[in-house]
DNA sequence: CTGTTAGCGCCTTCAA
DNA sequence: TTGAAGGCGCTAACAG
């Protein structure tokens, strides 16, 4: 692999020179500045960013860690991250903790490691090692949480406006007619499930009705599980609630299996909304009725804070968490529709 | 940020001492190996990986870049190659080209700048650098394309068998009884698509059935595009093919959405399989009939040449380009039901 | 076993 | 405007 001494060489100049035609840092005479393009060009040399890393340490990297790339919100957060990233001259690179603890603190490792300049972290569903993130800015590597935000961390974060986005879901399903709404969650220990979870209640209790234990439903994200805790309390006509509501993507889909596996029909038999879509979901017959949460923009959004944290220094140790919360918009189509209806 | 140095004037040793027992390159006294390791905790000392980098010239990264994470079939591939990436002890960043040469070319330049020891490629769908990718491989970093295999360079290379699982698809529609098939393909451009259109046209001499160019459709991967192209020409219900085959994810997306837009059944009013999952085609009404490609297997197995390449060195330059082949499965659904069924 | 030291490739003063 | 030289943090000889 050819370095700057090399190209140096090649074109009869010193090393600094090289380097000042690199990095236009110094101006340079136009004979040696085209012998040296000339000379990189031959040896198609590749600053080492490495090398150059270690003496400027400045990797102009940034860092997202995400439970699980396929499940579709966080590709498209990463989308936006990226582009935001892309603006400012950074890159961005990915890596998966699939929702696991201890992948999680590993890859944080990682990250710190290679000395990525900011985190954008979702954490892991699990105990999240909380002390870790501190350390993390302690060193001065800025941390932005997106979606998940870890309770009690002093931790900028940027996510949806969860209850508000719930409740507006369930006031839609009740607007439609529904009483009996279950609500299907993922883990509880999520602090976005539990508001999500709030939001939902809220709603009920706004409309004067009745929030029922047995119509909170617990699911752990992966669509087989959550039909399967679904599908039991489907079968009775009399206990089955008239609409379900459900609080993610890979919930939904679960939920959405176990309609299947039942053989119940939607809105017919049972009506149904979801936080978040599925890519498709104005394509199911009946097309789904969504919670849509601006994933683009969050990811660019948190991005950014990062880069003005990265930009700002080591201050940010002092200044307060910025928190933002975003507005998710609601998607109406066919699976809401209201009760009773047999077409 | 604590050094290496800082850790070995804590722990009253040599540097040396303390590259010793993180890298147990050399055994360390157990005295000392403790004051080591609780001066590494006092000071939260993270290794750093770009200093160690330029110093052995080993990054232990893999990097992947494909056209879009938002298209759920790489993301799949991507845990794939990460699975197989951590077996090995490297770790795995990704990086998204928005399918745009330029971008593509930038980001190879990227990955090679940061010395990730290979690379697995999925090249954008316009006219590829080739240039790029022999230089970088003679550069003595590896690279191995998946899925969409450059013509013309010699490199090696994972992907479906494209003809024979395009075939396998359309022999199905034909053995359901549909005369009429029309296939909907993404940019002709890439190799992938050309050979699963050979694969279409296999599967309608092989049947006695005449190819006719107007029931060949090109698409450009935007759903919404796709939509458009197909609409019109399924508007008249005589011009109108009996049944469609669509060649990957985003398009099958698009006939989909044309379908609705059209107001078709399906199967009722025209037969529908695609190649790729669309993460729901289960659960569509009728569910939809797909060629499912080993997308993790894919990765996976594209990794591990990767990571045999990178152990055999420089040698890899004489030897012959490997060619993986993995077959597909056809999981036969709803909508690619025979033809002239009215329930 | 442990300490010392020479670079890895690059950027950046500092002189010339 | 150009060249020379120090050092970023770490590993890997080599010496003790």
Redesign the interface.
Known sequence: ?PTIKKVAELAGVSVGTVSHVINGSVPVSEPLRLKVRAAIRDL?Y??????R??KT?K?R?LGILVPD??I?FF??V??GA?DAARESGY??????STDDGDRQKE?L??L????VEGILLVVASGPSPLAQIS?IM???IPVVCLDRIPDRVPVDSVSVEDAAAAKMGVDHLIAMGHRRIAIVTGPISLKNERRRLDGYKQALEGAGLEVEDELIWHGNLRPEDVAAVCAPRLRGPLSRPGAIFSTNGPTA?GV??AF?DCGLRTPQDIAFATFDE???D?????SVTTVVQPARDIGCCAARILLRRIEEGPAQNVSQPITIRLQAALKIRESSGPPGVKP
Do not use: K, W, Y
Request: glycine share 2%; net charge positive; aromatic share 2%.
């Open positions: 692999m198609n590749q600053p080492n960013h490495v090398a890393s270690l340490s990797t990297t790339l396929t579709t590709p498209q990463i989308r990226e890159s961005l690179i990915a890596v998966n890859l490792s990682l710190h490691s290679q000395r350390r302690e060193a001065g889909l959405l299996r299947r599925l890519t498709c104005d394509l199911f017959t009946p």
